[in-house]
């Protein structure tokens, strides 16, 4: 490395790679005063180096095959933003550790499934591997846990980790539309990808829980099947009926230990509406970290998009530049052992449920024995009849139960003969 100048290999310049360089340029003072050291971007690869772009790059800097920006000597760190689990992205940061590079990635999804792997080879070469993008974009939330908490003991993690769901949800409340009207409108104005299935069915959301509860536990990356459920089959209805009963639906990752084991969850909540989680509205993300001695503290802020997932870049970047060379996950590699699974069966909690039935006598009576013979209680029932289609919704909000009752009382709801489709099942979160 030399001096003062040091020179990055960028990997990657789509939309959030042409803008880090931007920020970048623009920046560079600023960074020289805060670091004593002068970042230059050497190097950029992607897949089209002819392709017609907004930024103009000097063509002594482009390098055809990404793989090279990893092997040569005049690269200190690599930045890689291609983005995937598998494939150009895990290649070259492998390659990259090996030698010797500090790397700097925004990847959730390589992070989430390889970041054991990668973590351990950074600390055996003593380079940085660095990821504060990868999990609610412009929110500090990594850097905060491994060092701002660093006192703590974290007892659990949860909050809102995708802005895109965020957003339909809360503008599904404040315009009174369905799922489908407020997706085509995130789409256009660019809150959704064209294609949002990893978005919507939880699965963005259980990369990220899976990152953070390997930092905030200090335990290796679970590979459990986590329980996520996406926001799909949410509707306007569920939506009115929990704001009509005082709650907002939520899609929340949460994880916790509960007796030595890991809890991980991404499932849509109901969730009172005065609690601070409910009034994050929009794009935004929000993580609450609930450990001791601190008790709760919350982040929140943009979970995405290129000027925030920079801003996380760069603040990796800094502590590159820095020198300060830190265990990856915050502990050394040996230090964080596997944990168990907890049964997500002995799950405990209560839950609202809307069944559409056959307005007909004799309906509740029948509906309520199911619930009496799966020993689930009920505190709340609302029935709302639809006269003109012979219809009517049963809205009921349980006590507490576990997860292995309600999956019980679901098969046999199914299976009566007033039931006209399967209910809508969602838990209650006390936040
Ligand atoms: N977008 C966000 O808001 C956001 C937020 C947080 C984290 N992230 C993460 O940031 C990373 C980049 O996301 P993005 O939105 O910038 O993606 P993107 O716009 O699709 O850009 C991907 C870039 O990778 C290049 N690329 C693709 N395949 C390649 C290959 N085989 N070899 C070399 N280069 C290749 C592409 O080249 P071409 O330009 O030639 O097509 C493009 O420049 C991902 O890991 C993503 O999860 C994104």
């Not at 004593?36 to 907004?54: E, F, L, M, Q, V």
């Not at 590079?101 to 990847?107: F, G, L, Q």
């Not at 990668?118 to 905060?144: F, M, Q, T």
Request: aromatic residues 6%.
């Amino acid at each position: 490395m030399d001096y003062e100048n040091i020179n990055i290999g960028l990997a990657g310049f789509g939309n959030i790679g042409s803008y880090f360089y931007k920020i970048l340029e623009k920046n560079k003072k600023d960074i020289y005063i805060k670091t004593g050291k002068i970042p230059n971007i050497k190097y950029i690869s992607a897949r089209n180096i002819t392709k017609k772009r907004k930024i103009k790059i000097p063509r002594k800097k482009w390098v055809k095959n990404f793989i090279d920006l990893s092997k040569k000597d005049d690269v200190d760190i690599i930045v890689e933003l291609i983005g995937g689990s598998d494939g150009p992205a895990k290649k070259l940061v492998f390659s990259a550790l090996k030698n010797k590079k500090h790397v700097i990635t925004a990847n959730k999804a390589l992070m989430s499934k390889h970041g054991d792997e990668l973590g351990h080879l950074a600390e055996k070469n003593e380079v940085n591997l660095e990821y504060e993008a990868s999990v609610a974009g412009g929110v500090p939330i990594i850097r905060s846990i491994k060092e701002g908490l660093i006192a703590n003991k974290i007892n659990k993690i949860y909050g809102i980790l995708n802005g895109t769901t965020n957003y339909i949800l809360s503008s599904m409340e404040r315009k009174n539309k369905s799922f489908n009207e407020i997706l085509n409108k995130a789409k256009k104005l660019g809150f959704a990808e064209t294609n949002p299935i990893s978005d919507l069915n939880g699965s963005d959301s259980a990369s990220k829980l899976r990152i953070l509860s390997s930092i905030a536990f200090n335990k290796s990356i679970s590979k459990n099947k986590i329980l996520t459920e996406g926001i799909q089959n949410i509707n306007l209805t569920d939506i009115l009926y929990a704001k009509s009963l005082g709650y907002k639906i939520k899609l929340l990752s949460i994880s916790e230990v509960k007796k030595n084991k890991l809890m991980e969850r991404v499932h849509p909540c109901l969730i009172l509406k005065n609690s601070y989680i409910a009034k994050i509205d929009g794009v935004l993300n929000a993580v609450v970290v609930d450990g001791s001695p601190i008790g709760k503290s919350v982040l929140q802020g943009e979970g995405a998009g290129p000027g925030p997932t920079s801003s996380a870049i760069i603040s990796d970047l800094c502590t590159v530049l820095k020198g300060e060379v830190n265990y990856p996950f915050g502990v050394s590699f040996s230090e964080r052992k596997k944990i168990s699974k907890f049964d997500i069966l002995n799950h405990f909690c209560s839950s609202y449920l809307r069944i559409e039935v056959k307005d007909q006598p004799g309906v509740l009576s029948s509906i309520t024995k199911i619930f009496a013979k799966n020993k689930i209680s009920i505190k709340n029932l609302i029935q709302k009849p639809n006269k003109k289609n012979k219809k009517a919704s049963i809205i009921i909000i349980t006590h507490e139960n576990i997860e292995k009752n309600f999956n019980n009382l679901l098969l046999h709801l199914v299976k009566n003969k007033f039931v006209l489709k399967k209910p809508t099942f969602i838990r209650i979160e006390t936040v």
